[in-house]
């Protein structure tokens, strides 16, 4: 058996192990709702009348897990990991993520090894290169899931702000109004105010609770909301009254911000096609002849491609901040 063979051989074994690193990670993090540990949590705050059994002992994605959540705990990545976890809403731990992202890299620098064999030095290039991009891929996958979801609760923000001044002329006090919202509301406006409801019911004050909604979800009308809330509390006023001029305002914002998306999604998708074109053409040349692509890949012609990449990721900047009109 010839040596590349092998070495595909072992590259796939790597890649099939850190696969099933991955797919194991994400289905503790779902049976951990159920676990002894979030049970022990639970009862420190209330009565559980019953619990789930979960047979077996300590599995080793979870004590590798749990050792990454220990480092990382008081460190600014791990505060900014729990931020983006909570404001992605994935019921998934820091180390859980942490283990999700060196396996993802583990698994990518694999697969570059795999596509670069022909030479050494070309696949550790290229095993570097796509274990970068596997690092980054869960991250890039929370940003995208945060800016999806907090747009879908901007977007639910002004019919529920008029929901709750409906309900506070009607009599219920704000505590009552919050539930009706979490009873009410679609996903994730229901979600996020019912997990309001759940810290204050804990001891937390509401005006601690909205902060804590704010933290998860960033956002400058509900900051306005918030802010409404706590100037009331503080020195009175009809606050129904004041959360009508705010839903009226901010329903106005999203009208604007629809009518500017619809504008700018030509020149969005223009980018868009311009970006993949090139990247396209070089894999789709890469798999039809590989030794033609690789004459581009010594020295010097090495950085055409290169140079190449960094003006394409420079433009696709360009062209974001152009098209991203603030309302």
Same mark, same amino acid.
């Given at each position: 058996?010839? %040596?590349?063979?092998?070495?595909? /051989? ?12 991955? &797919? ?10 159920? %676990? ?17 059994? !979960?047979?077996?002992?300590?599995? @080793?994605?979870?004590? !590798? ?9 008081? @460190? ?28 993802? $890299? ?12 022909? *030479?050494?030095?070309? $696949? ?16 890039? &996958? ?17 019919? @529920? ?10 009599? &219920?006090? +704000?505590?009552?109004?919050?539930? #009706? !919202? ?24 509401? *005006? ?23 100037? *009331? ?9 004041? +959360?009508?001029?705010?839903?009226? @305002? ?13 504008? !700018?999604?030509?020149?969005?998708? %223009? ?7 090139? /990247? ?11 030794? &033609? ?17 960094? #003006? ?5 900047? /360009?062209?974001?901040?152009?098209? $991203?009109?603030?309302?």
């Amino acid at each position: 058996m010839e %040596s590349s063979q092998v070495v595909s /051989i072992a590259v796939a074994l790597f890649v099939f192990l850190s696969v099933g690193l991955v &797919y194991f990670g994400v289905q503790a993090s779902r049976a951990r709702a159920s %676990s002894p540990e979030m049970e022990d949590r639970l009862d420190r705050y209330g009565n559980v009348t019953e619990v789930a059994k !979960v047979d077996g002992g300590t599995s @080793t994605v979870t004590m !590798v897990s749990d050792r990454l959540e220990r480092a990382a705990k008081g @460190t600014s990545i791990g505060e900014k990991t729990a931020t983006a976890l909570a404001r992605a809403d994935v019921k998934m731990t820091v180390g859980e993520f942490i283990a999700i992202r060196e396996a993802s $890299a583990l698994a990518g620098f694999m697969l570059g090894l795999l596509l670069g064999r022909a *030479q050494i030095g070309l $696949a550790v290039l290229f095993g570097i290169g796509v274990a970068l991009l596997g690092w980054v891929a869960p991250t890039v &996958y929370l940003n995208v899931r945060a800016g999806r979801r907090q747009k879908r609760f901007v977007g639910q923000l002004g019919d @529920t702000i008029g929901l709750m001044a409906n309900s506070l002329r009607a009599g &219920y006090s +704000l505590l009552q109004t919050m539930e #009706l !919202v979490s009873r009410e509301a679609p996903s994730p406006m229901g979600d996020e105010f019912r997990r309001v409801v759940r810290e204050i019911g804990l001891g937390i004050s509401p *005006q601690h609770a909205l902060n804590n909604l704010l933290r998860r979800v960033p956002s400058e009308d509900l900051d306005l909301m918030v802010s409404a809330i706590n100037i *009331q509390h503080e020195i009175g006023g009809n606050l129904g009254q004041i +959360l009508d001029v705010i839903g009226e @305002t901010i329903r106005e914002r999203v009208r604007i911000q629809g009518e500017i998306g619809v504008l !700018v999604a030509q020149q969005q998708m %223009s980018g868009y096609v311009i970006t993949a074109m090139p /990247i396209l053409l070089a894999g789709g040349l890469f798999l039809l002849n590989p030794e &033609y692509m690789m004459g581009v890949m010594v020295w010097p012609w090495v950085c055409l491609p290169i140079g190449a990449s960094v #003006l394409l990721v420079m433009g696709t900047l /360009i062209m974001r901040k152009i098209v $991203a009109i603030k309302v």
